[in-house]
């Protein structure tokens, strides 16, 4: 079936340095992009979305990009701190009746201060 | 600010009895959904709903059952338990095509 995928499903970084986490879909008429953060216990967090008519949207110490030619989509996180560690999901959401969120299997972020 | 809440964070129930989880969502979204997450299995989709009384199967929805009376309320049912459902068990909501936001979770427990 379709799915989403993260390329890497552990990443381990230093306070201070900056992080990108990756995400290949694979669902070409997906049109909504979402990336959440887990932490150990707890639900999955919305940190910022994007659709499919931009390519690039800013948060506060986090951006997402989006380049659908390639169906690829990354996370960059600024100045990683020891409260961003968490597993990190992407999710598509087809823009089709009855349809839900695809997500992939997680990235886990490490920061080591 | 949206709220998800789901009933229990842990439970832990018998093999072969029914058990229920219960969802309820405050901003009036018409979709609603039950995932269960398993180390290494990602998020995976047992059933969801787009309205009041309307369900639709998702990927695994073997030995499960939903329910959805009110537009708040998505209960999930475990017909009788077994030890392979042993797993955090997922709420969460959504407008159309919008941004789905997570409950809480259950780690439901079957000895």
């Known amino acids: 079936g379709e799915s989403v995928g993260l390329h890497l499903p552990t990443l381990s970084v230093q306070e201070g340095d900056n992080s990108i986490i990756n995400c290949a879909y694979s669902?070409?008429?997906?049109?909504?992009f979402i990336w959440y953060k887990q932490e150990s216990g707890k639900g999955p967090q919305f940190i910022i979305d994007?659709?499919?008519?931009?390519d690039k949207r800013q948060g506060q110490r986090v951006t997402v990009l989006l380049n659908k030619t390639v169906k690829h989509l990354s996370l960059q996180i600024a100045a990683t701190q020891p409260g961003d560690s968490a597993v990190y999901f992407c999710?598509?959401?087809?823009?089709?009746?009855?349809?839900?969120?695809?997500f992939g299997k997680g990235t886990t972020l490490s920061v080591s201060s | 600010d949206v709220k998800v809440t789901q009933s229990s964070r842990y439970l832990v129930k018998r093999t072969g009895e029914k058990v229920f989880l219960e969802c309820v969502q405050d901003?009036?979204?018409?979709?609603m959904f039950w995932y269960r997450q398993d180390p290494g299995l990602g998020l995976r989709l047992i059933y969801f709903?787009?309205?009041?009384?309307?369900?639709e199967k998702g990927d695994i929805p073997e030995g499960y059952s939903v329910s959805r009376e009110k537009k708040e309320r998505f209960s999930l049912i475990l017909e009788s338990a077994s030890t392979n459902q042993t797993s955090m068990y997922l709420c969460?909501?959504?407008?159309?095509?919008?941004?789905?936001?997570f409950g809480q979770g259950t780690r439901l427990t079957v000895v």
């Open positions: 994007i659709r499919s008519n931009m």
């Open positions: 709903s787009y309205d009041v009384k309307m369900k």
């Open positions: 999710a598509e959401s087809p823009y089709q009746a009855g349809t839900a969120l695809i």
């Open positions: 969460a909501s959504s407008y159309w095509g919008g941004t789905a936001f």
């Open positions: 669902n070409s008429a997906s049109d909504y």
């Open positions: 901003m009036d979204h018409e979709n």
